[in-house]
Structures are given as C-alpha cells and as structure tokens.
C-alpha cells in the first residue's frame, strides 16, 4: 500500500465517519495525513496541524494493522506505533483504515 492509496482510503472511510469533535494526525515517514472529525463531515488533509491524537508509525504498519498481520498491542509495545493524545480516539481511527 502507497501513502495515496492509504490517504485514498481513509477518504473514502470518512464520508461516513460518525463526528467525534476531535481530530486526529497520522505522522508518516511520507508526510501527515490530517484527520478532523469536528465538523458533520470528516475532512482528510496533508496539513501539518495540532490534532487530539497524532500516530506515529509508517504506512507499511498501518497496512499490516490492517489486514491484521500485526496486533495492535504488539505494535505499541514494539514501538512501531507511538501513540501521544486521546487513546480512545485512537482505537476508533481501525474504522477508518479497514
């Protein structure tokens, strides 16, 4: 999976993301995809913005997330996801990356 087709994905997800108030940054080794979940619809960007929760990883983990190659826990635990804000919102971001 390329960062276009993951941001792709994570676009199409977010038409039908429920609003959570909050906003969330994926911080990639390609660049940040910016999610904010405050409006009615959830809007996908590249802005480098402060968000409630900002992921650490690359998009090869998140793909291995994903299609469940790696356990979330064992991704934290082994550093390849670094996890800074809301825990919470963070576990609901597997909607949008499914």
Same mark, same amino acid.
């Given at each position: +999976?390329?960062? &276009? ?9 977010? @038409?039908?993301?429920?609003? =959570? ?5 994926? &911080?990639? *080794?390609? $660049?940040?995809?910016?999610? !904010? %979940?405050?409006? *009615? &619809?959830? #809007?996908?960007? @590249?802005? !480098?913005? @402060?968000? !409630? ?6 998009? *090869?983990?998140?793909? =291995?997330? #994903?299609? $469940? &190659?790696?356990?979330?826990? %064992?991704?934290? +635990? ?7 804000? !809301? %825990?919470?919102?963070? %576990?609901?971001? =597997?909607?949008?990356?499914?």
């Amino acid at each position: +999976m390329t960062f &276009q087709e993951l941001k792709a994905g994570i676009e199409k997800a977010a @038409e039908t993301a429920p609003k =959570q108030g909050k906003s969330i940054k994926l &911080q990639l *080794d390609e $660049g940040p995809i910016y999610i !904010d %979940m405050t409006e *009615d &619809q959830a #809007r996908v960007s @590249e802005e !480098d913005k @402060e968000a !409630d929760t900002v992921i650490t990883t690359t998009v *090869d983990v998140l793909d =291995q997330l #994903r299609t $469940g &190659q790696l356990n979330p826990m %064992m991704a934290m +635990m082994s550093g390849k996801v670094k996890i800074k804000g !809301d %825990m919470g919102l963070a %576990m609901k971001l =597997q909607g949008l990356l499914s």
